[in-house]
């Protein structure tokens, strides 16, 4: 498909969640904006993860779904919406909630009529092929935002994501983040927390990996629930401060950008760093989808017949020799040495 070099195309991104999808999907607006320039570029996603699309230079609007409101709100939204007359449609979440939009805002789409639409597979035959039969037909290696914007090849988009920062973070939020962290400014930010507990990197190793650097200040950061984020402090208390709960994802991403580098298991906030351009160390487990892709990220693996078992790493654990051993076999002192080579400096 030729560029277009008028502002005559208007493009709707649908993406609701979760926060980790969202931050990887941020390369899509700009993506698309490299094949359309001058393109109106829209958004919806949910209200909650807003603030993160907030600033970015290729998104015209953002549309806020507010769950509450249910699927009548949803509908109020979509007849709102038809009045932007889009050209283009991407479906990056597939959900009952997006095929509810894309079919009422292209009603006859069916008979080729109305907006240009992609909507991005779920891939549900390779993910079976992977996870019970053990047959990998994904390319290699994974990557998060590949499988994001391979889909719009069609449209002439490339695959490969354009250069961070790819996140814009508010003068607010980054002002909120330095006020929160005082003199931890600059810091190392470790985030040993996840979504399940297969994907965490064991609690006792992050522990471990503070005490190798006595003359070093760490912030941790996590969630209201991560209430074990408090045991890891305790290993030095007096240079490490503990942020689970007390920081908004705007402002955890900005506490992110005011570091020196982030220590972070296979979560959200990996993919802030990954889109500001941040050093950091990838800690990857059980799961395969969320993989970063960008040189300033170093992954850290355990190559196993058994990885990855499951799509989110919601396991059991398969390993039948090690429990955990994806992680476990990754030892503090290996992480301390890649902080050092981050750092320029030897062990």
Excluded at 182 to 211: D, T
Aim: hydrophobic share 40%.
């Amino acid at each position: 498909m030729p560029k277009m070099t008028e502002k005559t195309a208007k493009i709707l991104i649908i993406r609701f969640s979760a926060f980790g999808d969202v931050v990887q999907s941020l390369s899509l607006p700009s993506a698309l904006a490299q094949t359309f320039p001058g393109a109106e570029i829209h958004w919806i996603t949910r209200q909650d993860m807003a603030p993160l699309l907030q600033n970015h230079p290729h998104i015209s609007r953002i549309w806020q779904l507010d769950r509450k409101k249910g699927m009548k709100g949803l509908i109020a939204l979509c007849k709102e919406m038809r009045q932007e007359n889009f050209t283009h449609i991407y479906d990056a979440h597939n959900n009952t909630r997006s095929r509810v939009i894309s079919l009422m805002l292209r009603p006859l789409g069916m008979f080729g009529m109305g907006p240009q639409f992609i909507r991005r597979s779920i891939r549900r035959w390779k993910r079976f092929l992977l996870f019970r039969l053990r047959v990998n037909t994904f390319e290699m290696p994974f990557s998060g935002q590949r499988d994001l914007l391979e889909p719009l090849q069609p449209w002439g988009v490339s695959k490969l994501p354009p250069p961070a920062p790819q996140i814009f973070l508010s003068p607010e939020s980054v002002e909120k983040a330095r006020e929160v962290l005082g003199s931890y400014e600059g810091a190392i930010a470790l985030a040993p927390s996840a979504a399940y507990f297969l994907k965490r990197w064991p609690k006792e190793y992050w522990k471990e990996l503070i005490l190798i650097f006595p003359n070093e200040k760490f912030v941790l950061l996590g969630g209201p629930e991560d209430s074990f984020l408090e045991d890891i402090r305790s290993a030095a208390p007096d240079r490490v401060l503990n942020l689970a709960g007390k920081c908004s994802l705007a402002v955890s991403s900005g506490v992110v950008s005011l570091s020196r580098l982030l220590v972070v298991n296979d979560t959200g906030l990996l993919h802030v760093a990954e889109q500001l351009g941040k050093r950091t160390i990838a800690l990857m487990g059980p799961a395969p989808f969320g993989f970063p892709c960008r040189p300033s990220t170093k992954v850290m693996e355990i190559n196993l017949p058994c990885r990855p078992c499951s799509k989110h790493g919601q396991g059991p654990c398969v390993n039948k020799a090690r429990f955990h051993q994806c992680l476990v076999d990754i030892t503090p002192g290996q992480v301390a040495i890649q902080i050092k080579a981050l750092q320029g400096k030897s062990l």
